[in-house]
């Protein structure tokens, strides 16, 4: 007889149960049921591991033990709208000021004269931060509420809710760098929103690079395929 | 082998008293503090063995253990012991414990004496 520890993980992720206390009960659970083995090996119990599975307490009573800490509980299940609809958007926003931040100080510390024309790797820096905003981040965002969401097995609405929210919001999130590339012209950050012509495609786009992949995991997900 | 029955609702807070006191003085991990626990109370009081885990997270979080991981023999173990604020805690709850058993025999001693309600 082995004791269902994986059914036991699920139980506790779907319930809500914060996965690094997740973690740690299961290793504690095992290292204990091996003590218990081995005492009741070293006492000539003819069934130990069955005198050890039912010392360390049935599963039921595990699981509910758990459960019924709520101050055990993930913030995604505590409060999942919170996490899934408000915190990316959030990031976003911090996302978009660091950029901000980043570049004036490159500037100001390349000390670059008005009217003078940005060095190659500045022109490919500012190139570089355009593109990561634009395509990277949002896709990034999206596959950490994906990932934050089938690590907890949680159900579909609000991770569904959030990637199509920040899919929604980054296609509109506007933060692009211009660095002067010929004598007399000027530099601009502009930073908002913005919904014009590419705005419909950005926003496809994330949501064709975070869906699928978040439907992927989710049926990949042991908990979710035995269901 | 002594029953593994118990009251939950009478016993609701004791393992934490117990806990609490046992990690005052020794870091331990979590079969040694069965052992100890039952030891000490020679099997009078048998907690669940598995279950004493998330009370053992559950006082981390609030602060009052801290926990540690060591190889010890070849084996890794979450060490817990009692912090400051543990101790605080301890001593409440020790002081409601009192307090409880105190009314309790005082009852019991008067319905030894023919004390009625």
Same mark, same amino acid.
Request: glycine share 8%; proline share 6%; no cysteine.
């Given at each position: 007889?082995?004791?269902?520890?994986?059914?036991?993980?699920?139980?506790?992720?779907?319930?809500?149960?914060?996965?690094?206390?997740?973690?740690?009960?299961?290793?504690?659970?095992?290292?204990?049921?091996?003590?218990?083995? !081995?005492?009741?090996?070293?006492?000539?119990?003819?069934?130990?591991?069955?005198?050890?599975?039912?010392?360390?307490?049935?599963?039921?009573?595990?699981?509910?033990?758990?459960?019924?800490?709520?101050?055990?509980?993930?913030?995604?299940?505590?409060?999942?709208?919170?996490?899934?609809?408000?915190?990316?958007?959030?990031?976003?926003?911090?996302?978009?000021?660091?950029?901000?931040?980043?570049?004036?100080?490159?500037?100001?510390?390349?000390?670059?004269?008005?009217?003078?024309?940005?060095?190659?790797?500045?022109?490919?820096?500012?190139?570089?931060?355009?593109?990561?905003?634009?395509?990277?981040?949002?896709?990034?965002?999206?596959?950490?509420?994906?990932?934050?969401?089938?690590?907890?097995?949680?159900?579909?609405?609000?991770?569904?809710?959030?990637?199509?929210?920040?899919?929604?919001?980054?296609?509109?999130?506007?933060?692009?760098?211009? !660095?002067?590339?010929?004598?007399?012209?000027?530099?601009?950050?502009?930073?908002?929103?913005?919904?014009?012509?590419?705005?419909?495609?950005?926003?496809?786009?994330?949501?064709?690079?975070?869906?699928?992949?978040?439907?992927?995991?989710?049926?990949?997900?042991?908990?979710?395929?035995?269901? | 082998?002594?029953?593994?029955?118990?009251?939950?609702?009478?016993?609701?807070?004791?393992?934490?008293?117990?806990?609490?006191?046992?990690?005052?003085?020794?870091?331990?991990?979590?079969?040694?503090?069965?052992?100890?626990?039952?030891?000490?109370?020679?099997?009078?009081?048998?907690?669940?063995?598995?279950?004493?885990?998330? !009370?053992?997270?559950?006082?981390?979080?609030?602060?009052?253990?801290?926990?540690?991981?060591?190889?010890?023999?070849?084996?890794?173990?979450?060490?817990?012991?009692?912090?400051?604020?543990?101790?605080?805690?301890?001593?409440?709850?020790?002081?409601?414990?009192?307090?409880?058993?105190?009314?309790?025999?005082?009852?019991?001693?008067?319905?030894?004496?023919?004390?009625?309600?």
């Amino acid at each position: 007889m082995v004791f269902p520890f994986e059914r036991l993980r699920d139980r506790l992720l779907t319930a809500g149960v914060s996965p690094r206390h997740v973690r740690r009960y299961m290793a504690e659970l095992a290292d204990h049921f091996d003590d218990l083995e !081995v005492a009741a090996k070293s006492a000539g119990n003819p069934r130990p591991q069955e005198s050890a599975l039912e010392r360390l307490g049935s599963p039921d009573d595990l699981a509910q033990a758990m459960i019924a800490r709520t101050e055990l509980k993930a913030w995604a299940a505590r409060a999942p709208w919170a996490v899934f609809l408000f915190g990316p958007p959030l990031l976003l926003a911090l996302i978009d000021v660091l950029s901000t931040v980043l570049m004036i100080s490159v500037v100001k510390t390349v000390g670059l004269p008005p009217g003078q024309v940005a060095p190659s790797w500045l022109a490919a820096l500012a190139a570089a931060i355009n593109l990561v905003q634009i395509y990277a981040v949002p896709v990034l965002l999206g596959w950490i509420i994906a990932a934050v969401a089938t690590r907890q097995r949680m159900r579909p609405l609000w991770p569904l809710i959030g990637l199509v929210a920040i899919g929604v919001i980054a296609g509109i999130n506007y933060l692009h760098i211009d !660095v002067p590339l010929a004598p007399g012209q000027h530099g601009e950050i502009s930073l908002g929103g913005s919904i014009g012509r590419e705005t419909g495609f950005r926003v496809a786009v994330n949501l064709i690079l975070t869906l699928p992949l978040y439907f992927a995991w989710r049926r990949w997900q042991p908990a979710f395929a035995r269901d | 082998m002594p029953s593994r029955e118990t009251n939950p609702s009478f016993m609701s807070g004791v393992p934490e008293l117990l806990l609490l006191r046992l990690l005052q003085d020794n870091e331990m991990y979590g079969y040694e503090l069965v052992q100890a626990v039952q030891a000490q109370t020679d099997a009078a009081i048998t907690l669940g063995e598995g279950v004493i885990y998330p !009370v053992l997270h559950a006082l981390e979080r609030d602060g009052a253990l801290t926990s540690s991981r060591k190889t010890v023999n070849g084996r890794s173990r979450v060490y817990y012991r009692a912090t400051e604020l543990g101790a605080q805690r301890f001593a409440d709850l020790k002081g409601n414990w009192s307090r409880i058993t105190n009314a309790v025999s005082t009852v019991l001693r008067g319905a030894e004496h023919g004390f009625s309600v």
